[in-house]
């Protein structure tokens, strides 16, 4: 049997126990709360896999490894700076985001931060930035395209419909609870994946001369590429570019999609075991990139670098061996993508319907119909979202993954960096710097990417250089990303020092009573 022959038959195994998740997790959803949040459903281990696997996404598989394609050895700061960024969000927010997402029984990130704020305004606006994960799962439809192309010969729109298709049921069936029993059997899968290629980078495998004639291999196509730095790279060309990976990374734990899932630990007193292996899982995932080093030196430049990771699977490694592999990189999105649906049907049925909507409009309603309504308007808006996402990832094909991600996942990143990753920490957050915060990081980024600031405004000079600085860097997505946190952060800290202060009982509700206060 060929390549695609075994392709279809693990691709079948695959789709067959990823919808008898979704039906057993049906079988555990019986309100909205369990459809949006699995709540304390799940212990450490499981759900660590299911976590990691979340945060890798498509990006992990098809993105990164591409990235590093293209960069060299540079690339592979993202390797390790893209899962240390992440938690040490994660450690940032977790104990506040868990704990007091539990006790005022959450659903959500948005809701959240409206309790952490008492503001109805800050949730509406929160989850109307939440809307640009439309471009984090088109991201991840666009990287099971690539799968489906080169394993299985399907059609660039039919293996769209395929993986719609898919999604739709067991996600509509089992909501969050389908979410993570599919995401922890993937992230399992994932990382028996990342290890693998790790070994064989390190062996420098199929490459004659090992791992140091990958290195000499590397050097004779373009210097460039075995530096730290690599001058011509978009993403790495300085050491504010490598910088700027962590950075923008941060606040990525606490994206709806991801955040979520600390409200299904079974045991809060496992908290932290749970974010450990986690961490640990991310660095495994991570090595991924490493494949793109390799798909360098064995494929030679000028392949897509969208097929980088999935072209040297075929050839390395036998037909049925590199067909397996092949659903590695349909878990990678299949496990970002369905948390991606679910959090966004959850801004629409719960942030918007049942916080904004119903008390505003529909006060008549008991909350049992309450109840009723927003599960149903969480099952109907994840087919919507989900055709509407097939839409944009149809309009979007040429695009690197990663880039897409995160032209919708930036923005995000800029504005929540003040009101959610510092106001996890620092008490003295009001409403008014949460505002401030999210609207000037969202501002910044919007400007920075989108090259809103014409260096030609400004005669030379300081002014005109930086307009030229950040004209070069508008291409860099991270980049962006990381200046508006920092403006976000900055401003938060501002304003709420110019203006009135929570009251002591709802910070010490939030937070608990400080140290040595009686």
Known sequence: MGLMGWSWVFLALYVGLMIAFGVIGQRKVSNADEFATARGGYGPIFLAFAFAATTASGATFVGFPGIVYNAGLPGIWSVFLYPIGIYVGVLLCLRLVSNSGNQFGSRSIPEYL???YQSPWIRILVSLFSLSLFFYLAGQLVSVIVMFEIMLGVPKMAALGITSAVLLVYVVLGGAHADILTDGVQGFIMVGVGLLVAVLFCLGYGIEGGFTGMIDALESQDENLVGWLNVTDVLYHSWWSVLAVFLAHVPLGMLPHIGNKLWALKDPSQQMQFVRLAFVFAMILAMLGFGGIMARVLLGEGIDSNQALALLFIDLF???FAALLGVGILA????????????SSQIVANDLYRLSFVPKFRKDLSEEEVERRSLNISRIS????LLLCTLLAWQTLDMNVTILVWIGVGCMMAAFAGPLILGSVWRGVTKAGAFAG?????GVYIVTYLALINPDWFDPGMLKQAALWLERESPNPYSCAAMGEIVSVIVTVVVSKLTKPYEQQHIELLFGKEKGVA
Request: aromatic share 4%; charged share 5%.
């Open 382 to 385: 994840t087919v919507v979202i």
């Open 318 to 320: 036998p037909s049925w």
């Open 332 to 343: 990678a999105v299949m496990s970002t993508a369905d948390g991606l649906v679910v959090s």
């Open 438 to 442: 999210l609207l000037s990081g969202g």
């Open 114 to 116: 409206g309790i952490r």
